[in-house]
């Protein structure tokens, strides 16, 4: 895929994930979970994206009324329902950033396509969990 097309592909991503914020004009990628236990945002740690490179993401976690949820403990899934297959690496939570940050290590897509990634946090308040739906082409 050539220079040009990559960056106007990982800018529909950046558009797919401005979506999913519940803040106007705001680029991290904001969910509540299921059963609205916590508030998720999820930010990549590289900007743009591109396939086939191991990254990490920082996700915070808060509270419906914006407490930092400490001391969680968070399982994270990749999948790509299309073709029916997950993340070609396990990615997860290595450290505890304090103030409700978490970091992710291992995130790695492998292909372009609808990809689908899901945490499950568990903390004081219980489990619960929320899935991130972006786009790489």
């Not at 797919?16 to 004009?25: E, I, K, Q, T, W």
């Not at 946090?121 to 969990?129: E, K, N, R, Y």
């Amino acid at each position: 895929m050539g220079r040009a097309r990559k960056a106007i592909s990982l800018t529909a991503i950046c558009v797919v994930l401005a979506a999913c914020s519940s803040a106007p004009g705001d680029r991290e990628p904001t969910r509540e979970t299921y059963s609205g236990m916590y508030t998720l945002t999820a930010r990549p740690g590289l900007d743009p994206l591109v396939i086939n490179q191991i990254h990490e993401w920082t996700l915070h976690v808060e509270t419906p009324d914006g407490r930092p949820v400490e001391n969680a403990r968070i399982m994270v899934e990749g999948d790509m329902p299309e073709h029916q297959h997950g993340l070609p690496t396990n990615p997860e939570v290595t450290r505890n950033l304090g103030d409700g940050d978490y970091l992710v290590e291992g995130m790695k897509f492998n292909m372009p396509g609808a990809w689908e990634l899901t945490f499950t946090v568990t903390a004081d308040a219980g489990s619960d969990a929320a899935t991130f739906e972006l786009v790489l082409e």
